[in-house]
């Protein structure tokens, strides 16, 4: 798990505030993505990044802003969050392309009060 | 679009005996399938692929799985169960017409000693 990092592992906020979510990684992919993933439900792929350019947006809400500086940093900006974006959110990277496997992060734990 | 679906959301084994979880999807092109795994409070961790050639893929911690085109099915395989295979395990397919990875929505392994 080491090659994928997160920060903060766990995140408590109320829905007027502004946080913003960290990942890193060592592995020397291109390509960098942000999930959610909520109780009982599939993973929800939110942000796609390949080589620091956005190519996907699956309709995630506008409380929710990407940004990726390099290839091995990626972040997700939070403000004006509802409680029904309380979930894991993880990270992952891969070496873009359709045969490569994705490696994740250990995941932010976010609970929106 | 690709879809994948897992159908047992539970599967319960002793330890020592097989485990079979099963995997299910539908892609416009040729699939790109993959197998995670979840340990609590963890992000996923890739267990194996087929991308093409041999319809059996041998993958980490003893797990294997069989790709079958004509049912359109990538079942997991473990000859001999242990109960530190306990775990969420996810089934993912690309195809392709489309980058994006689909995740099931998981099934929850218990073996039991």
């Known amino acids: 798990e080491t090659g994928v990092t997160q920060t903060p592992r766990h995140l408590v906020m109320g829905m007027t505030n502004k946080k913003s979510l960290k990942c890193e990684q060592h592995?020397?992919?291109?390509?960098m993505y942000w999930y959610k993933q909520s109780a009982k439900k599939p993973l929800e792929l939110m942000f796609v990044?390949?080589?620091?350019?956005?190519?996907e947006n699956n309709s995630v809400p506008s409380r929710f802003s990407p940004e990726c500086p390099n290839s091995s940093h990626l972040f997700l900006h939070l403000h004006t969050l509802q409680p029904e974006d309380s979930a894991l959110y993880l990270c992952?990277?891969?070496?873009?392309?359709?045969?490569?496997?994705?490696?994740f992060g250990p995941g932010t734990r976010l609970t929106v009060t | 679009a690709q879809s994948v679906a897992q159908p047992e959301d539970q599967v319960n084994v002793a330890e020592g005996n097989p485990l079979t979880v099963k995997c299910t999807y539908s892609?416009?092109?040729?699939?790109?399938l993959f197998w995670y795994v979840q340990y609590p409070n963890r992000g996923l961790q890739f267990l194996l692929k087929?991308?093409?050639?041999?319809?059996l893929v041998k993958g980490s911690y003893g797990f294997e799985a069989e790709f079958n085109k004509s049912q359109t099915s990538f079942h997991l395989k473990k000859p001999s169960a242990l109960v530190s295979d306990s775990a969420l395990y996810f089934c993912?397919?690309?195809?392709?017409?489309?980058?994006?990875?689909?995740f099931g929505a998981g099934t929850r392994l218990t073996v039991k000693p």
């Open positions: 992952a990277s891969s070496q873009p392309g359709l045969g490569y496997e994705q490696y």
């Open positions: 592995l020397g992919h291109n390509a």
């Open positions: 990044y390949n080589f620091k350019e956005q190519t």
């Open positions: 892609v416009s092109g040729n699939p790109y």
């Open positions: 087929y991308i093409t050639g041999d319809n």
């Open positions: 993912a397919v690309r195809d392709d017409n489309n980058n994006d990875m689909r």
